[in-house]
């Protein structure tokens, strides 16, 4: 019985002295499904833990050594101060030229109300402990998958990470590409394609000032990955009825095709399959409001993909008629926000910390 099992499990058939090795045949649909798994140009992200029985003083030790590696944290405790001053950008603006992306978490989704008492649905997105880790320029960037960006070949790509971690936790390999960037090491990296001249020194930090009410943004995410779902709930199918002759037919997705000369199954048919796990962009959102103390900024809409606290990648619009007109902080915003003004609202919203009714003496 045990060697009828491991004969199995090792997907070989004994007869006799002989061996004769099993071809495992893959499902008709294992192409359809999203990968999972990072690609093969990634890099080995976190190595294996173990429990150590680290002292306080060994871990004040290792952060000082991880600290002496990387370079000194660009942002300490979230004041999102520089310890060195960036050299600014002589480059000007202009509508064609595209700016730098950040990583932001989806945190919820909250109503706002305009001046005419309409309400309007927003998401919350905030942007956390963004720093620069890379800038290639144009002639060295060679990507394993080459994104569908016009003039590729005469823009640039820009690496972003966010939410510093504990290098102990992280390959050597991972590691090292934060090693000239002046920062620890991140959690979540992105690429954004940008032009030469939108180009940014490794270290400089990125946070809600890089954009302005009113601007129109892309939100990049990935939809929440249900599994493997029905045509109900997948596609929206209304189904047979509960009673009145119906046999075990209630939820399925009944005729997909017709015969005769044309008997086929068209492509593109809403059949059961894998629903969720796919990127999707939403473009041309507005930002109504922003809060600099906390790096929030509140979007328009409530389809931004992804769950709360997934990540999401927002950058420029790309939508003609909602581009900038007027120049945004380029290549990014240097210096510290206002201190007495944490809220920015955009002029048709209703400010709800501002006085509504005035008292005057008679």
Known sequence: MMRSVINQFLG?????????LVTQVRDKGHLSRPRLRNPQWFLRKEITKYND????ENKQFVNEVGTNNFGVPAVIKDSLVRTEAPTANEAVWTPNLRRCGVIARKIGQYPLWLKNG????????????NHVIKYIPPEEYLPAQVP?????????CILVGSETTNPALLTKEYAGIFRNSGVLPKKNLARFIVSPEAQLAPGTPLNVNHFRIGDFVDVRGKTVDHGFQGVVKRHGFKGMPASHGVTKTHRRAGNIGGGGEKGRVWPGTKMPGHMGNRWRI????????????????????????GPTGGLVYIYDTILPFRKNKEAP????????????VDDLWYEQLHNFKSESITYENE
């Open 282 to 305: 939403i473009k041309g959102l507005r930002v109504w409001r922003i809060n600099t103390k906390y790096n929030v900024m509140w979007v328009q809409g409530s389809s931004v993909a």
């Open 329 to 340: 902080p380029f290549p990014t915003f240097y210096g510290e926000p206002q201190q007495d």
């Open 148 to 156: 569908k960006v016009a003039n590729l070949h005469k823009r640039g």
């Open 12 to 20: 070989l058939r004994l007869s006799g002295n002989c061996s004769v």
């Open 53 to 56: 029985l680290m002292t306080a």
């Open 118 to 129: 309409e309400r309007i649905r927003t998401t919350l997105l905030q942007i956390a402990d």
